[in-house]
């Protein structure tokens, strides 16, 4: 059985897998449309057709590096394998994309079984960050859980009224920090509120400046030691949200992140909004860190637990249609 069998056998044991369809639908036609073009003057794995492979790997927003780990690795194989068919590679280049993605040893998800588990969501102004937090929440109450929300992005004009607003919405608590004061502080607070009520999640909503990254590994570095002195062990994640549609800058972005702050995953956000879905595999290979949830749409319940078999199948769908 062939790598797109399997992702397809995979994909249909999903619940949520019409949402991966509708959610990756602009990056599918993107990236099926031009493999479809690569395939119409196919004579073989040649130097024109590799190149041609890395413009379309470019173009799907994997980025120069990894696109060119990928051309390496399909040439490769097209020669050992003695690959001939166009079908043969684009079954090579999935099962590549696949093995990229999958070759790193991911650590659970770091749940505390003592107390509250806490997580922390970093990220730049503009991500999705506040309404990813939002969703998260929406989505641990699916699953019978409890929450208790932390609004410290004390910074953003208008950041502590959009996660209580949210709170009231999805009726869990919210503890809110003062516009332009110590984040810390909201985070002490919510800790220890969510000692006392027995809740299973924190979910601390901080800032996201860019601008000093002293001041920002500053003031990250407080949240976690005073976090840690109300929950041992805490934070247990810390979730970086990407924009998708913000591409390789995104990446740029979470290298500075990853510079200041302990990261533990990535949530992307606002997927069905580009169609250059390429950007999970340069993660992963830029980065080294697993996306956690996906965001494939505007509702609440959009946002999904991530899974490479998915991904890859809604975004490869239309390149082969074997049964």
């Not at 506040?130 to 989505?139: E, I």
């Not at 002195?229 to 998708?244: N, T």
Request: overall charge negative; aromatic content about 6%.
């Amino acid at each position: 059985m062939g790598i797109f069998s399997k992702l397809k056998q995979t994909f249909s044991s999903k619940k949520d897998g019409d949402r991966y369809l509708s959610g990756l639908d602009k990056s599918k036609k993107s990236f099926s449309e031009r493999i479809r073009r690569l395939a119409l003057g196919f004579t073989g794995v040649n130097e024109e057709f590799l190149e041609d492979l890395m413009v379309v790997l470019l173009e799907a927003d994997i980025g120069i590096r990894t696109a060119q780990k990928i051309v390496d690795e399909v040439e490769s194989r097209a020669m050992d394998q003695k690959l001939k068919s166009f079908d043969e590679i684009s079954e090579c280049l999935i099962e590549v994309m696949h093995e990229l993605y999958t070759g790193y040893e991911d650590v659970d998800f770091h749940k505390n079984e003592d107390g509250p588990t806490v997580i922390l969501m970093v990220g730049v102004n503009g991500s999705g960050k506040t309404t990813t937090t939002a969703k998260l929440t929406k989505l641990f109450q699916s699953e019978g859980s409890s929450v208790v929300l932390a609004a410290a992005d004390t910074f953003r004009a208008g950041a502590i009224d959009q996660l209580a607003k949210w709170a009231d919405r999805l009726g869990v608590p919210c503890i809110k920090g003062r516009e332009g004061g110590d984040p810390s502080a909201a985070l002490v607070d919510a800790c220890r509120y969510a000692k006392e009520h027995g809740m299973d999640y924190l979910i601390g909503d901080t800032a996201g400046r860019l601008q000093n990254k002293a001041n920002l590994m500053q003031e990250l570095s407080k949240m976690r030691r005073v976090i840690e002195r109300e929950i041992p062990g805490a934070p247990h994640e810390v979730w970086l949200v990407l924009d998708a549609t913000t591409g390789q800058n995104g990446i740029s972005q979470a290298q500075i992140f990853l510079e200041t702050t302990n990261v533990t995953g990535i949530i992307l956000t606002k997927m069905d909004g580009t169609a250059k879905g390429g950007i999970v595999i340069a993660i992963r290979d830029l980065l080294g860190l697993p996306v956690k949830y996906i965001g494939l749409g505007e509702k609440e319940d959009d946002l999904r637990p991530f899974d490479i078999d998915s991904y890859l199948y809604g975004l490869c769908e239309d390149i082969l249609q074997h049964d």
